[in-house]
């Protein structure tokens, strides 16, 4: 059972607000985040809870869908709706009966792309959407309710650092070796090798033969570990099918397995009506660290900080964040890479109010404004370049000279 309610989840805002908007809503990311906990902690006087992770249930929902509805009437929160998606048509159904009446249908799905589809075609209007990844640093910290999307405002950053206090670069690693998966998290006991072992292979039994029969399940898990050991890295299909002894046709449709399952996300590059090269390839990053550094097979924390992958690691950590800090308050993150044929590079840019801000994530706690030197090369389109902050593992929020800033990682 998922213990997630230790936490308050800074995306409960949303749902709240999004159930006063829209007669149904959809809170999707992979299995064991934290979804069924964070709606059932939640759930509206009247409103039952059923889950589709019951094949009795699932099945029933799938072979008389509307009979299923007039069985379990709303308000209810449906969990694991991708096991009968045939119910979203007798949704749409039910919905257009009321048009008026909001918060009738509460959904999660662990397959957010797989849905969606069906999603656009039959509730297209009628539903609000939000991803839910596992738990933020500021959740953890108990810091729920005032965490905001990352903005490089110095005020906003200032108010960051007041609420999310930094930590050394030992305790900034436990972190991210641990990850943020609740059964991890909530159970100071819990062993991270038997948790994610038991983890993937109910992914694998479910959440992946569900999507795409796959015959060879060795040659799978093969492609995940090549895949996690190239976090933070240009997504490389032939490499990656090279290590799993696959077809690169195979390790895109895998790929796109574990993008549809939540388990990773792929960095698109910055791009702008130029002549400039620039690059084609998307950034591979696993969505929790914790599950990237067992599979990845790093044993400790200290293993981990002190090893090859230390540095890629840091980086996954923060896209994490980065992206969490939007995520969970209903935004799309506007993020991206910039890399050129010169070899001229920076990290992430987020792009907000026709401007771009360079983020370059550094190891060491004393950067110089040179670690933002890529900036400089990168094509401005129609946008303002500001002048960058670099991540890194300092305690304090310190200016670099020209605008940049330099900001703790650890406070993210």
């Given at each position: 059972?998922?213990t ?64 299923f ?20 048509r ?46 933020s ?5 108990g ?11 110095v ?62 399940r ?86 981990l ?87 890194c ?20």
């Amino acid at each position: 059972m998922e213990t997630s309610y230790l936490y308050p989840r800074t995306i409960a805002t949303e749902v709240a607000e999004l159930s006063r908007s829209f007669p149904c809503v959809l809170v999707t990311g992979a299995r064991q985040v934290g979804k069924s906990t964070l709606l059932q902690s939640m759930l509206p006087q009247g409103m039952k809870y059923i889950t589709l992770d019951d094949y009795r249930l699932a099945e029933q929902a799938k072979s008389d869908p509307i009979g299923f509805l007039e069985l379990y009437q709303p308000p209810l929160c449906i969990d694991e709706i991708q096991y009968a998606p045939e119910l979203l048509r007798a949704i749409k159904l039910r919905v257009d009966a009321e048009p008026r009446r909001k918060g009738m249908f509460w959904l999660t799905g662990s397959q957010r792309f797989h849905l969606m589809q069906g999603v656009s075609e039959s509730l297209a209007g009628r539903i609000g959407i939000l991803d839910l990844y596992t738990f933020s640093q500021s959740e953890l910290t108990g810091k729920a309710a005032e965490a905001k999307p990352f903005s490089c405002d110095v005020a906003d950053m200032n108010e960051r650092l007041r609420t999310n206090e930094p930590c050394d670069i030992s305790s900034l690693y436990e972190r991210i070796w641990r990850g943020g998966y609740p059964g991890i998290v909530c159970d100071a006991a819990a062993k991270p090798e038997a948790y994610f072992s038991a983890y993937l292979q109910t992914y694998l039994e479910r959440d992946v033969q569900s999507l795409q029969q796959v015959g060879d399940r060795g040659a799978f898990v093969a492609l995940m570990k090549s895949a996690a050991a190239r976090t933070g890295q240009q997504l490389v299909y032939s490499d990656i099918a090279r290590d799993a002894d696959v077809s690169v046709n195979t390790a895109k449709r895998w790929i796109s397995i574990l993008e549809t399952s939540g388990i990773i996300n792929l960095l698109p590059p910055y791009y702008v009506n130029t002549t400039k090269r620039l690059a084609k390839s998307p950034k591979l990053y696993f969505m929790d660290t914790g599950f990237c550094s067992w599979i990845t097979g790093w044993s400790t924390p200290e293993q981990l900080m002190n090893g090859a992958q230390s540095g890629a690691i840091l980086e996954t950590w923060v896209y994490g964040q980065l992206c969490r800090s939007f995520t969970n308050r209903g935004v799309m993150p506007r993020l991206s890479y910039f890399r050129n044929s010169n070899g001229a590079e920076v990290d992430f840019l987020i792009e907000k109010d026709n401007c771009i801000y360079p983020l370059e994530v550094k190891r060491g706690s004393s950067p110089s404004i040179s670690a933002l030197k890529g900036v400089a090369a990168i094509p401005p389109g129609n946008a303002e370049i500001k002048p960058g902050v670099v991540l890194c593992t300092a305690l304090d929020f310190l200016p670099l000279g020209k605008g940049a800033y330099a900001f703790p990682i650890s406070a993210l």
